[in-house]
């Protein structure tokens, strides 16, 4: 196959384009191809002595908060810099054709808002956004006085971003609206992620019990690819294009 104009199966074609209730899960991987490192692939630059799961827990951060603020900040420089992919521009134009499109994101990256994307659950939170590890609620204007990390103004605590780290619970609201969308869609696309981390890996089991059909978008296997109807094995930037392109022009 070509990837650069995959052949797509016409039952897969044929599957999403008459979705009435359409839900994508997306990873990392849907970012890569913006430039933003994944988890599992090797971290890159400065960065590449540590791995996220010393980083992005409560007691690393209870243990070195500054080295903890400062690989958030890193990844926020790296964010303004890097822009939404054709992949992510792909489900700005699903959601515009789909009766019923929930997009679910394990991203905390912000790239699907920027791209376009209207409703966008985010389960692991979103790294633009700061909260009081005391306090766990959202602060956006603090004092700087030069102290890493910087203190909430109200109570004094250390701020920290707003992603959910390992051993952490997930925004309650997001799992359930992500559980309720996996159970009542038809067709759920898993797109970028390694399908390892659960509640998130879970969803695509809960829509395919309940008879949906499930598509796989990447280029490596997962222990979700055996369980996919369709996978299309490449990367999001190119396998979104092309699905886009074989679902016809938009009706109406
Ligand atoms: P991973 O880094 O675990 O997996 C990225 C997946 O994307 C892999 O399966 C790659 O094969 C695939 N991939 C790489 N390039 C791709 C491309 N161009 N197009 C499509 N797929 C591509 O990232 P996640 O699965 O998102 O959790 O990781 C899940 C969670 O683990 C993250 O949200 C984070 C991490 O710990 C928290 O921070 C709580």
Redesign the pocket.
């Known amino acids: 196959m070509n990837s650069r104009t995959p052949e797509l199966a016409e039952e897969l074609v044929h599957a999403v384009r008459g979705a009435h209730h359409l839900v994508v899960l997306t990873?990392?991987?849907?970012s890569?191809?913006s430039g933003v490192p994944?988890?599992?692939?090797a971290q890159t630059g400065l960065w590449a002595k540590f791995r996220?799961?010393e980083l992005?827990t409560p007691e690393a951060f209870r243990r070195s908060p500054k080295v903890v603020w400062e690989w958030y900040a890193w990844r926020r420089q790296l964010m303004a810099r890097v822009e939404p992919n054709a992949?992510h521009r792909t489900l700005v134009e699903l959601e515009r054709r789909v009766p019923q499109f929930t997009l679910i994101t394990?991203?905390?990256d912000g790239l699907h808002q920027r791209a376009g994307s209207r409703n966008v659950i985010e389960l692991?939170g979103n790294i633009a956004r700061t909260k009081c590890f005391e306090e766990d609620t959202l602060v956006d204007r603090w004092e700087d006085t030069g102290e890493v990390p910087p203190r909430c103004p109200r109570c004094g605590g250390r701020l920290r971003p707003d992603?959910?780290?390992?051993n952490e619970m997930l925004p309650p609201e997001a799992i359930a609206r992500a559980l309720e969308a996996s159970r009542a869609c038809d067709v759920f696309l898993s797109?970028?992620?390694?399908?390892?981390?659960h509640p998130?890996a879970s969803l695509p089991f809960e829509a395919s019990e309940r008879g949906a059909t499930v598509v796989e978008?990447?280029?490596?296997d997962?222990p979700l690819t055996a369980h996919a109807r369709f996978r299309l094995r490449?990367?999001?930037?190119v396998m979104l294009p092309a699905l886009l392109a074989a679902l016809g022009p938009a009706s109406g």
């Open positions: 990873g990392a991987g849907i890569a191809e994944t988890f599992r692939d996220p799961e992005a992949g394990q991203n905390v692991h992603v959910v780290w390992f797109i970028g992620t390694s399908a390892l981390v998130a978008v990447n280029p490596d997962t490449g990367p999001a930037g």
